[in-house]
C-alpha cells in the first residue's frame, strides 16, 4: 500500500481518491494485527507461567 501512495504521489493524499481511501482501510487492518500480536504473545506469557506455576505445586 506504501508502494500505491508514493506511485501516485500527491493525488495518493487527496480525500476521496482509491489510495487515501485504500491507505485508511489497510491503516485500521494494521493497527488491528499488531493489538491481535500483542494479545497472542500475553496469552502465551500467561500459559507458560500457569504451567510453570502447577509444575511447581
Known sequence: MDAAAQ???A???VAD???ERLCR???SLRIYEGTSEVQ???SRIR???N???ASAD
Open 51 to 53: 504451567a510453570q506455576n
Open 25 to 27: 482501510q489497510i491503516r
Open 17 to 19: 481518491s482509491v489510495p
Open 47 to 49: 500459559s507458560t507461567r
Open 11 to 13: 493525488a495518493g493524499l
Open 40 to 42: 497472542r504473545s500475553s
Open 7 to 9: 506511485l501516485h504521489g
